[in-house]
């Protein structure tokens, strides 16, 4: 058996995207439509502003194309802190305009690659090291205007195998991944979550960037990093714009 | 061909998965709803209540995401009862408040790979061995508050066939997993059934535990194990939380 | 090109499973729901009562699981005569209350690689392996409680191809898969037809047992085979449970 | 680059699936079944009158199984005209009680494999050869009672891949394959339509019988030729009868 | 780690597919197909006409098959103008009378395979270049009668990975399949933008030809290029026709 890398979990996150009933919005009277707009405006208010209060984190993204029209994404201490976000959803008016074509599951995750020392000793570390771990465990939602999130696994496949290799040399791929990650700094903001036994991937990704175009430059880039090229798997990629709660009512309008 | 390992059965096992339509819910009247819940609780508290009467057992868990609202986990003796159970869900008002997204059916099963001896003469198993391999085969479910579940298969790739290797091989291989599991003993707890000829996958893996967290440190663990890099394939998780019948109003309710 | 072993067949298979709209079901009157029942009952004789008549048989089965909850199963000696039985039963009240969730299309088939001598010259062949040919290719519905369907095809990988191998080869794999179905004898009927040409796998195996544990056992032993365990791919696995027609309504009130 | 064979193109293809929406047909009061009947039967029969004015044909199948119900096959100049024919159908009544699940876009097409001198100089082709030619481009629907469609590709893999393969490999396979082909001859009509550009695999591959076991038989045959065995990669299969327009109430009818 | 190939990148795309909904466009009454028709033309009309103030352009086509009946085609200088197209056609009547099936979000991209010197240094690039570099990132639609549109991924298998492969490598198969491209110019427009981060295949091509049978020429003499034998892994293949707005109501009766 090949040696496990330490980890350290964090937040619990649930990426709820929503598809809107168009047929239903253009066809409801303006005062369910008013009702609606108030009810989802309050709920993303009340979720997003638990991040004063250090329980979480949460924030909304319009979503192009079919995939989705809307992400809510949140971090909670708990999973059941998601469940009730998830379910407190279903009692918006708003949710009857809505669906859910799909959603991500996983828990912030930071894990020992690439910093061995802090895991064999995290009081010994410096505080900026201290701090930068808890910021990836419990990570505050940037002020960016862009999202892309996408779930990936690493390849176990019959000539490239991951969970096959000795630790060190997953390890000195992760490094030089994590080169390439420090070229976007102050461009990209990167939130990694495991979602092994929870999702269908092993990892759920989540980008933030003011320019879109960051985010497709970091992720072409990042696949010819060796870990990337070789033993990358990628599933779907949604990319969205974050907005305000109160806009609700005009993105919806068009 | 390669040996074959003995096996028993015991329970079969259905995992019975089911979506809220929430646009009915909320357009429900309150009669209605009530009339749903009351009729939900009895039907989880009479399924749940056969365990006192060592007819198999059942529990209910709210699910995270959009892939299914609440699983309801029915063990057995028979395929007849299982199906008696599905079918009578379906006569509760409640029923009318769900879809059914998935399923899984399998067997509970134990196989001689880590016992042979066991399997050679369960009689002259100690009563402790006996005990445990008749508690893998008729689970009481554990009071523990999350369960993680999803199906596997063993590879039969071109180059790692796991039907292809020596029994030995497989053994040693199992064994090795065998302990990673130990490690986690009293923090999970875990059923295996077999849906060979059942279902769409080889096994179905029930994992339960206090810790969400250790359901995913198990799975990632275990990916390392040369059982699992080399020779797992895996479908769909799902994670969910252990709710008292009494509770599904509250749950529908947010 | 490979040498194509000899075949023979038989009567065209249609599986037809059915899913139940229970919403429908629920909300529907009673004397709705009795003229579904009495509608499909009378169906259900009639198609099974054809066997009698030689020209071919039926069987009904309740399904577990979310994939389907009845199958229908005809054989039929030409593919008009399974349209017709297909189109028949959506002419019934009881359809109303059913969708087509998925279905399979056949011919039975016997094939030359363990007889080869039977097929140069069947009319040499005693009598015990005619009676026994002709019973593979219009087969009698067994009377065991249970049945279990998928499709599979063989493999043609890269280093795998069943359609590569000469013939030989192909033979004695057969024949020992054969030897393995042999321990069962008594216990499990099986019904091969080919539905290449016709669906989207090669062939469809149906299982007939009492015990249902018999059809995971002689499934997963059958995987360590060779033929199997390099050559086999499987799609969906279903396993149901005989009824009489006259069960139809009793099936459906739980 | 490996050599391209030269083709020529003929009719434009549309294979139109349907599905009928046997709820509506049941419910449907005999006024409106019959205005769909007779206005379902005049699009059917106008449209396969085309062939009289060498302007393209179509053909009408019942289709067995959950797939789809009835299959349109149009042949004609333009892609155009295939988009008319197909929005035309929806003008009707009848459609009204139909789905569409699935279609095929293809171009029948001819390439220089077996034939390279005609491709050289076609005006040097023989008569015979010619007429040969230009009936594989502008197809006639043959009198035969049954139709089996599937769409395929030629394999792109690690080890066998098509496109990187000699043509004079390629040349030599193809020839091999139309041998099989020509042991059929009378038994089966085979249209090949090039798919690539317009929709997912490569070719469409139509095959007329009046037997539907030729069917099974050719492509069970065929899967052992060489070029199948290692570079065939196909999709889902469908198996239909003939029936002329005037019976689409008799088959609607059960 | 590989050399990562400069890029630039221009207008963001949307493809956004619609299927008609048939059964409710047969049913409105003419008034309601009228108000449609008025305001689907409204929106085509206006988007098209967004090309005269260089801000991006917009285009229709009829698509042939059950995927899509139609597809806008959008280029805009932001993510944001794109995601209020896509919202401003869910205002319109006419999209009462639609679904989304699909869509693809990517961006218009080049890259330095080809022309490393421009990438180098863009301004010491001849004007000729220059504005061709500039077509290939703000492109006009074309005045042609077809397009065809199908997303893209470079292989990352275990024995042909594109990522792993030197630049140089990377370059000769680019220019070798440029080369194959110039024999189509006039015939064929191609756009190519990258969906990296942004949808689930890394290319979105879009090909635009007076002749439809140009699009499967290309297509297919392409696939014989090493880079897509090899390297090329296809998506969905969608064909359509361009239509002027002020035909949308002609398209829509047939």
Do not use: C
Not at 26 to 38: D, F, I, M, S
Not at 176 to 204: L, P, R
């Amino acid at each position: 058996m090949s040696e496990v890398p330490p980890t350290d979990e964090g937040w619990f996150v649930l990426h709820d995207f929503r598809t809107v009933d168009w047929d239903a919005w253009r066809e409801a009277p303006t005062h369910r439509r008013e009702a609606a707009v108030g009810d989802g405006v309050e709920y993303l208010r009340k979720h997003e502003s638990i991040a004063d209060a250090e329980e979480g984190s949460s924030a909304v993204f319009s979503v192009l194309g079919h995939k989705a029209d809307i992400l809510i994404t949140h971090f909670r201490p708990t999973l059941d802190a998601l469940s009730r976000a998830e379910r407190q959803f279903e009692q918006t008016t708003f949710a009857g305009f809505t669906t859910q074509p799909t959603s991500y599951v996983s828990v912030a995750e930071i894990s020992g690659y690439t910093t061995p020392g802090y895991f064999e000793n995290p009081d010994a570390a410096d505080e900026g090291l201290r701090q930068y771990m808890q910021g990836k465990l419990t990570p505050e939602i940037p002020n960016k205007d862009y999202a892309g999130f996408y779930p990936m696994s690493k390849r176990r496949g019959e000539t490239y195998n991951w969970y096959d290799l000795p630790i060190d040399e997953r390890a000195e791929m992760m490094e030089a991944h994590a080169e390439t990650g420090k070229e976007y700094a102050g461009k990209i903001k990167q939130v990694i979550a495991s979602s092994v036994g929870f999702d269908d991937y092993e990892w759920g990704v989540t980008l933030f960037a003011d320019d879109p175009t960051d985010i497709k430059d970091i992720v072409y880039e990042m696949r010819f990093d060796e870990v990337s090229a070789k033993y990358g798997e990628f599933g779907t990629f949604y990319i969205g714009q974050r907005f305000p709660p109160a806009d609700l009512g005009a993105l919806l309008e068009g």
